[in-house]
Every structure is written in structure tokens, then in C-alpha cells.
């Protein structure tokens, strides 16, 4: 029997009782198309371990920093978070990565890291779960960011700024603080 013939009526089917959108299959193929290599990647949330594909942040400027509990920079959450709500709207999203790798900051399991960032610094920006960002062991997506950069962290809140295209890449050190004017031209300029 051919199958064309036989799927057919199931698809027509699908839309007829609305389980599938008309081009619901051709909009996927597209959506997977257009996230760029640097953002193909899946993280579990920090609060509840559920996988989130950074795919969906496409089109935005994304800074990519790694955090940890505790780190003579904890407070640049604080940094960061006010990054976040003064430009979100205009398109920019703030990724936090917890990482052990610098001096054994991060120790905690996800429910201490994530009760230190949303309870004690009121982050609203998408955190996810710990992973390496340095050595044989890091994150692809570390690979990546270092790859287009040639600069790895030194140390804990290192940012990577991640322009709309997926591909341009600039680094900016731990000591230089979120609120800095050189992290604040860099994210107007790929904003705009």
C-alpha cells in the first residue's frame, strides 16, 4: 500500500481537529534553520531542571555569564539583573551558568543556587544548572564562546555578549562590573 495515500487522511485529519497548524511542520524546519550554531544548544533551569534550548533566544543579544555563590563578585547579580530589566524589552536576555570551576565557589546543589539568586538577589533572568566552563569538561556551548573569542573565563562572572546575528562575540573580564560603560556601549551598539 502507499503510504502517501495512507498518511494523507491522517494529516488532513490532524488539521481538521486541530492537533497540527497548517505549515506547523514547515515553521519548525524553519525555527531550527534560523537559530544559529552558538545558541544550538539545550540547558536544563536552574529552579526545575526542565530543558530549554537557547534556540529560543534567536534574534536577541544574549550575554552568557558564569556565576557562582560565593565569589568577591556575587554581587554583580545585582549588576546583571539591572542590565536585564533596563534592556529586556528592547531585546536583551542575561544567561547565568553556575560553574565550581574557580576556587570551589559554587559548591551548592541547584535548590542553594537557586535560593541565593532569585530569593537573596531577586534574579528574573534565565538561569540554568551548573556546568563547566573551563578544561576538557566545559560546556559546548564554552567551547564555542571561546572558540569565537580566543578568550576563556579567568574567573567567575566572566560575560560573553552574543550579538542578534548568533555569530559576533565580544568578552568582557570578571572585574569589569555589569554596570560599566564598556559593557553599556557594547549592548546598546548590538541593539541597535
Request: charged residues 15%.
Amino acid at each position: 500500500m502507499n503510504r502517501s495515500i495512507f498518511l494523507m487522511p491522517l494529516a488532513a485529519a490532524a488539521l481538521t481537529a486541530g492537533l497540527a497548524a497548517p505549515g506547523a511542520w514547515a515553521q519548525t524546519r524553519q525555527t531550527a534553520a534560523a537559530c544559529p550554531a552558538l545558541l544550538n544548544h539545550q540547558f536544563p533551569r536552574l529552579q526545575d531542571e526542565a530543558p530549554q534550548s537557547l534556540c529560543q533566544y534567536a534574534g536577541k543579544v544574549v550575554m552568557v555569564v558564569n556565576t557562582a555563590s560565593y565569589c568577591g563578585y556575587t554581587n554583580q547579580y545585582e549588576g546583571l539583573e539591572a542590565l536585564y530589566a533596563k534592556y529586556h524589552k528592547r531585546g536583551l536576555v542575561v544567561l547565568g551558568f553556575p560553574s565550581n570551576d574557580f576556587g570551589q565557589q559554587e559548591p551548592g546543589n541547584a535548590k542553594q543556587i537557586a535560593d541565593l539568586c532569585f530569593n537573596t538577589y531577586g534574579v528574573k533572568f534565565p538561569m540554568f544548572s551548573k556546568v563547566a566552563v573551563v578544561g576538557p569538561q566545559r560546556a559546548p556551548l564554552y567551547a564555542q564562546l571561546f572558540k569565537s573569542t580566543q578568550v576563556a573565563p579567568a574567573w567567575n562572572f566572566h560575560k560573553y555578549l552574543i550579538a542578534r546575528d548568533g555569530t559576533t562575540v565580544r568578552s568582557f573580564p570578571s572585574a569589569m562590573a555589569p554596570g560599566s560603560g564598556e559593557i553599556a556601549s557594547a549592548i546598546e551598539s548590538a541593539l541597535n
